[in-house]
């Protein structure tokens, strides 16, 4: 029986949709990271996952993405390939993913020393940003490299979430943008005890802008970094200077001295029209790198001043208290851990007889620095009214250097 040429047609896109079905398998790409190289890698193929599973250098991160196998071929999707990279000046064992069409075929045509193309057969096919930007409905997959320095390994990174990249910028790789958009994506998972370091306000990879609104409806926009440069600062010959900057106001500087295990306030210094006015803390309070949870820092520093004024001999005491680890939304977006501290302080001026009385809660991002704290003040007078205010600080934008 002769079959008619829409029969032909439907039967054809049947077959075409049953092909598909077939060799467009689903898969899951999974990062890995190799504890030895201090370097990441991600896999589709289950049996490699299957073997790095039971490699004691090799553990999951928790990041993943949806792909298709590389033999699915479909229109909306660009494949990818694998080169596996091995040299031995720098040292490295590496892999690399290309695009189809752009880096695949140009990179075997450049038959570089030490590059070993592995084809599509272990790799995937998902979609393509655009001018560097993801079709909606997708998650973007950020690239970032890392050269070889300090007997570490060249390495790219894919990640999955702006804060995720940011935070491998911070290790060292150097942000590339967009590679892929998946269908769908779960970030890493927080190892908050065993790599996050809790104790650290300051890092010096980022200028963050800030956000601020108190009860009192004072509202401040202001940016914070650390200064790439050391100076000397109460009796400091190297000390570290953390400048925070608001429009229309002088620069205010913390000093701190940033060590292996610990870093030390030393005090601040404000640059105004009649030059440095600085308030050294004597007895300056020690903080640890890494605190453990509940553990507790007091403190205890007199404060002086290098110009007159009539605040008179000025105490600070109280303590800063790591309460744990912690989710946090702020503008900039959202922080899967960070380290919560609650800090209470009392501050007492003899010359005028006030007393300062502030409690703040800090959220602390390993490797940006804070991103969120809420501080409330009170200040009691001999001769004025106590006074109360609630200010609360979020960081909004986040500069790499």
């Known amino acids: 029986m002769a079959i008619s040429r829409k029969l032909r047609g439907i039967l054809a896109l049947t077959l075409a949709l049953a092909a598909s079905s077939v060799f467009a398998q689903a898969v899951t ?42 033999t699915g071929n479909t229109a909306t999707n660009t494949r990818v390939c694998r080169f596996y990279i091995k040299l031995s000046s720098p040292p490295t064992s590496s892999h690399f993913y290309g695009r189809e069409g752009v880096d695949c075929e140009r990179i075997q045509a450049l038959n570089l020393t030490g590059f070993d193309y592995e ?31 300090g007997g570490k390994t060249p390495n790219h990174r894919y990640t999955t979430s702006p804060e995720t990249y940011n935070i491998a910028q911070a290790a060292g790789y150097f942000g590339e943008g967009a590679a892929f958009c998946a269908s769908s994506a779960t970030d890493v998972t927080p190892t908050v005890a065993a790599t996050q ?12 802008s800030y956000q601020s609104l108190s009860t009192n409806g004072v509202a401040d926009g202001f940016q914070r970094y650390v200064n790439s440069s050391s100076e000397p600062f109460n009796g400091q010959a190297s000390a570290t200077a953390v400048v925070k900057l608001s429009p229309g106001t002088p620069p205010l500087t ?13 005090g601040t210094s404000l640059l105004d029209d009649t030059g440095y006015d600085n308030v050294y803390y004597s ?11 509940g553990q507790t820092v007091f403190v205890n520093s007199q404060l002086t001043y290098s110009k007159p004024n009539s605040l008179g001999i000025t105490y600070q ?26 800090t209470q302080l009392e501050t007492t001026f003899s ?23 809420i501080t409330s003040t009170e200040t009691s007078s001999p001769s004025n009214p106590t006074t109360r205010e609630t200010t609360t600080t979020e960081a909004v934008f986040l500069l790499a250097f």
């Open 29 to 70: 790409v999974v990062e890995f990271y190799n504890k030895t190289l201090n370097a990441y890698f991600i896999t589709g193929r289950l049996a490699e996952q299957q073997l790095l599973d039971s490699q004691a250098d090799f553990r999951r991160t928790g990041m993943t993405f949806a792909a298709i196998s590389a």
């Open 197 to 208: 370091k809790c104790g650290t306000f300051y890092y010096p990879s980022f200028r963050i």
């Open 351 to 373: 010359g005028t007889g006030e007393t300062t009385t502030t409690s703040t809660l800090t959220w602390v991002a390993d490797r940006f620095g804070v991103v969120k704290s």
């Open 283 to 293: 007895n300056p309070t020690v903080y640890p790198r890494d605190y453990s949870p």
């Open 119 to 149: 084809g599509f057969d272990f790799a995937f096919e998902v979609a393509q940003p655009q001018g560097g930007v993801c079709p909606t409905g997708t998650t973007t997959v950020y690239r970032g490299f890392r050269k070889a320095a």
């Open 317 to 342: 005491t109280g303590s800063v208290n790591y309460v744990g680890p912690e989710s946090v939304t702020v503008p900039y977006g959202s922080f899967l851990s960070t380290c919560k501290f609650s």
């Open 254 to 266: 913390t000093f701190i001295v940033d060590g292996l295990a610990t870093w030390t306030l030393l």
